[in-house]
């Protein structure tokens, strides 16, 4: 495992851990810590700028991102329906997949 000091401030330090097969990172604050994956999709999309949302299609595409390995979801509640989609998208994959598969999906929300 493969370790980097990602930056220090009088608050906290941030360190990154690479797991094994490179694909997914543990963030550590302080005692804290998160499992997500490398590559972080930005749901910013969906706060309303750019026209209508499917909500349909945006949660489909989010299982084919999931199904890629693509499981770390950015959201925030100024991203209009981000928070409702990863909702819709969260009760899909639990009826949809295996429940380990829900250990590698995360919603981050700031």
Same mark, same amino acid.
Do not use: H, W
């Given at each position: 495992m493969e370790q980097q000091r990602l930056g220090d401030t009088?608050?906290?330090?941030?360190?990154?851990?690479? &797991?094994? @097969? %490179?694909?997914?990172i543990v963030v550590k604050n302080g005692k804290d810590a998160l499992d997500i994956c490398r590559v972080v999709n930005g749901m910013w999309q969906t706060s309303g700028g750019w !026209?209508? =949302?499917? *909500? @349909?299609?945006?949660?489909? /595409?989010?299982?084919? #991102?999931?199904?890629? !390995?693509? &499981? &770390?979801? @950015?959201? /925030? @509640? =100024? #991203? !209009?329906?981000?928070?409702?989609? #990863?909702? =819709?998208? =969260?009760? *899909?994959?639990r009826h949809g997949r295996p429940p380990e598969f829900l250990e590698k999906v995360r !919603?981050? &929300? %700031?």
């Open positions: 009088s608050m906290c330090v941030y360190v990154l851990l690479l &797991t094994e @097969d %490179k694909q997914r !026209g209508r =949302i499917d *909500r @349909d299609g945006a949660v489909d /595409a989010m299982l084919r #991102y999931a199904d890629s !390995g693509l &499981t &770390t979801f @950015d959201m /925030a @509640d =100024i #991203y !209009g329906p981000a928070e409702d989609l #990863y909702g =819709i998208f =969260i009760n *899909r994959v !919603g981050l &929300t %700031k």
